[in-house]
């Protein structure tokens, strides 16, 4: 049975005479000693009224002397304490207790604040009794005294609803004793080192006691009691509940990790699993994350079309991207990620889809909620792990619902709160912005690369000048795909273009500009630029293209023209000739190639650094380099040796060193290439070409030069026939003589000297025929009785193409006739 304490006889007194409540006594001070205010509590200590006092010195009521330097020392000082003798008006000394305040308040003068508490105010015994009432009747913490020896003596009301245990059933027992737990044996370590160093100790536990569902927090203050003669008696204990503010901070600390957590990668399923793994064990037991099926490749243009609705039957269909639970393999799961299932309209998830708001559940019930539709066993997992409390909170962001989050609790007894809720909502809406960020960036990166694959050769072109191989590799960063593109042209007189370029920007929008520019390049290869015209002409598309769509008039949002209007792109042509084996070569700002000879050799080629296009007003250059047949020609673009891992110097010493080991293939050593050289996750797309040089075979050319008269004209045809008949081609022979025939005819009416005549023989046969004239023929309808005008017009007809290409001594007009029998 509770004994009976000091304070319950104190309480049963009479309460304390609030009649007549003695003032304090009050003055004002200023900062020149003079008295400005004087209250009711100072008239009736001392016997002045204010009419008798304001305005005086405050000296004159001081019946000591005070020395000047302590004067001093007092107006240097924010407050002060202690007793002065002042003079009764009635002419006696009073020993007063004066405390004094230096105030300085915004826009007023300086001046003390002087007060003294009443006199013979309280008593010893009084005070004692307050302090048994104040002890006992806390109810803001928990207090207990301990003797020397650690054993309990006193503990208050609000102790002893704490631990369940009256005041008479805890005294003399060790605090480690009340309750068998690791944190009161912590505290009790702490006790002793109050009792060794007599020094107070503070102490947070957290712990779960007797009759409670959570997990509670408290602020315990340790402190030495000591006698009046400072010796140390035991130890006192004050203990703060600080539970709600625990679990506030328990949920700012989930919300926390949320943000630092969930996110971290543009990818649907990993945000989603984020999302899972951040709220258990911390929030939930179980949680699941259920995505609408189509969600990661809906086109959602409203929140009307993209909301859910129930299937015909009432069900709401959605797909299981994550979960988590704090047992092992996920044990309350009956569905797998990636599976579809079918939530009844009156379930936990049917409703929040349903109403679009997050739904509580505090005390679920099995047989509350409609398991008709979906997996069968899901009401058997629900009673089998006995899942008390439901939280379904609809994942939306952007006005489109994607889909649900479902927290569930079997293994803490506590039930979901509002406060849960709050949170739940917190994380689920994050989360939701994140899967729709990743939704949205899937969606676009794939269409940009369909895009670009669209517009990237698919294979190379068969031409006899090089065996190629070639590597795309997309950027694996947030950014998307870039504008990197390569090309191989095939050229007349069996030469062939090698081009890689490099759009800044990425995303669809860079893949588009990259498509405009690489069908420019095509089209002005087609008329047989060389690589510095080309590149000037490109240039010129560039700068155009840039104004144009500054005045478009598109909205400042537009990302087209926000990219294009700082359009800035680099380009290497390249043009090898397997006849003469010369590869020219001009830069626009791209990095230079590497080659290889055949002996293994590697060097970079000395290629005149061109500006970027866009620029305009600057120069191009080429450069001329004999190859050898069998050399490597490696094309690139900056992401392979440059990125914030690596160098770019780092990054083409790589290069060079993968280049110069053994070669069994080009395709190999394309692959060898980008697992070597590039970091793991490259930041930029890498666009690669390798060429391996071929010469055509010096018994396969033919070339004469011909005077500018027109019986050559018959010897023209003759010296085609002796070489078609030479190289076994006679099926070719009499298209030869007539697309040369004509071709000579023109040049030696229409052009000038010197005319030269060349046979190519690969897989087609190509007639050229060259003068010193920059006039370009064209092909035009003759009249019915024209004696001329027929010319072009069957060279066309008698062959595969044709077509003019300037060289810097005039042009050459060439026809490519296919071997194949007509």
Same mark, same amino acid.
């Given at each position: ?218 602020? +315990? ?49 990993r945000t989603a699993q984020e999302l899972a793994d951040v709220a258990v064990p911390e929030l939930a037991d179980f949680v699941t994350v259920d995505l609408l099926p189509d969600v990661e490749r ?99 962001? #952007? ?141 010129? +598309? ?75 007003? +600057? ?6 380099? #004999? ?130 005549? #060349? ?34 017009? +069957? ?28």
């Open positions: 049975m509770e004994g009976r304490r000091e304070g319950d006889d104190i309480a049963a007194s009479n309460p304390v005479d609030t009649t007549d409540v003695p003032l304090t006594a009050r003055a004002v001070v200023d900062a020149h000693g003079t008295i400005t205010e004087w209250g009711e509590g100072a008239s009736r200590l001392l016997g002045y009224t204010p009419a008798e006092v304001i305005g005086r010195p405050a000296a004159d009521l001081v019946d000591e002397k005070i020395s000047a330097t302590a004067l001093r020392r007092l107006l240097d000082l924010p407050s002060w304490c202690g007793t002065v003798r002042l003079r009764h008006q009635d002419g006696h000394g009073v020993e007063l207790r004066l405390l004094a305040h230096h105030r300085q308040a915004e826009g007023k003068p300086p001046d003390w604040l002087v007060l003294s508490p009443p006199a013979g105010f309280g008593s010893v015994q009084k005070a004692e009794k307050l302090a048994t009432w104040s002890f006992y009747g806390a109810n803001c913490c928990s207090m207990e005294t301990y003797n020397t020896d650690l054993r309990l003596l006193q503990a208050n009301r609000f102790s002893e609803r704490a631990l369940n245990m009256s005041e008479a059933e805890m005294r003399g027992f060790r605090h480690a004793e009340l309750v068998a737990h690791p944190e009161f044996e912590k505290v009790e370590q702490r006790m002793q080192q109050v009792l060794d160093t007599g020094e107070p100790q503070d102490v947070e536990v957290q712990v779960q006691v007797a009759g409670e569902i959570r997990k509670q927090a408290w602020n +315990l203050s340790l402190y030495p009691i000591r006698d009046d003669d400072g010796v140390l008696r035991g130890v006192g204990l004050s203990a703060h509940d600080r539970t709600d503010q625990y679990w506030a901070h328990k949920r700012l600390q989930v919300l926390n990790d949320a943000g630092a957590r969930i996110g971290r990668t543009l990818s649907v399923t809906a086109e959602m243009t409203s929140p009307e079309a993209a909301a859910p609705g129930p299937t015909p039957k009432g069900t709401y269909l959605l797909r299981r991207v994550a979960h988590q639970s704090v047992l092992r393999d996920t044990a309350e799961a009956v569905l797998s990620p990636g599976d579809v299932d079918g939530y009844a309209a009156h379930s936990p998830t049917g409703e929040c889809l349903a109403t679009g708001r997050p739904m509580l559940y505090a005390e679920f019930a099995a047989e509350s909620a409609d398991w008709s539709v979906g997996h069968p066993g899901r009401e058997g997992s629900v009673r089998h792990f006995g899942i008390h409390s439901i939280m379904a909170v609809p994942l939306k962001a #952007r006005g489109h619902t994607l889909g649900a989050a479902v927290f569930l609790r079997h293994q803490r007894p506590e039930s979901f709160s509002e406060g849960d809720l709050l949170l739940a909502e917190e994380i689920t809406a994050r989360a939701a912005l994140c899967i729709d960020n990743a939704r949205r960036f899937t969606r676009e990166r794939d269409t940009a690369l369909a895009l670009q694959k669209a517009l990237l050769p698919q294979k190379l072109p068969a031409q006899p000048a090089v065996e190629a191989a070639f590597r795309y590799l997309p950027a694996d960063t947030l950014a998307g795909v870039g504008g990197d593109w390569f090309d191989i042209i095939p050229l007349s007189g069996a030469r062939v273009a090698l081009v890689v370029g490099d759009v800044v920007g990425h995303g669809v929008q860079a893949s588009a500009i990259m498509g405009r520019l690489r069908t420019a390049v095509r089209t002005l290869a087609d008329i047989d630029l060389s690589p510095d015209e080309l590149l000037t002409h490109l240039d010129d +598309l560039v700068i155009r293209l840039s104004a144009d769509t500054d005045g478009d008039g598109g909205s400042p949002g537009d990302q087209t023209a926000e990219l294009a209007a700082g359009l800035g792109a680099t380009c290497l042509y390249a043009v090898y000739d397997p006849v003469s084996r010369i590869c020219t070569l001009a830069s626009a700002g791209h990095p230079v190639p590497a080659v290889v000879s055949p002996g293994g050799a590697v060097r970079f080629l000395d290629v005149p650094a061109g500006p970027p296009l866009g620029l305009g007003g +600057l120069p191009f250059e080429t450069a001329e380099v #004999r190859l050898p047949e069998g050399s490597l020609l490696a094309l690139y673009t900056d992401g392979l040796v440059e990125s914030r891992e690596q160098a770019m110097d780092e990054g083409a010493d790589r290069l060079l060193s993968v280049l110069g080991g053994p070669v069994t293939s080009l395709d190999d050593l394309c692959d060898a290439v980008l697992a070597t050289v590039p970091p793991e996750h490259p930041a930029d797309d890498i666009a690669l070409l390798i060429a391996r040089t071929q010469a055509l075979d010096p018994r396969h050319v033919a070339s004469w030069d011909l005077p500018a008269d027109p019986a050559v004209v018959a010897r023209a045809r003759k010296l085609v026939t002796a070489q078609l008949d030479e190289w076994g081609a006679r099926d070719v022979t009499f298209a030869a003589e007539l697309v040369v025939s004509e071709l000579v005819t023109n040049a030696i009416r229409h052009a000038e000297a010197p005319i030269r005549l #060349r046979l190519l023989r690969d897989r087609h046969l190509i007639c050229e025929v060259s003068d010193a004239s920059n006039t370009a023929p064209h092909l035009r309808r003759a009249r019915t009785y024209d004696e001329g005008g027929r010319g072009l017009l +069957l060279v066309a007809q008698l062959s595969r193409g044709w077509g003019t290409r300037h060289t810097g001594t005039g042009k050459t007009i060439w026809a490519e006739l296919a071997l194949d029998p007509l």
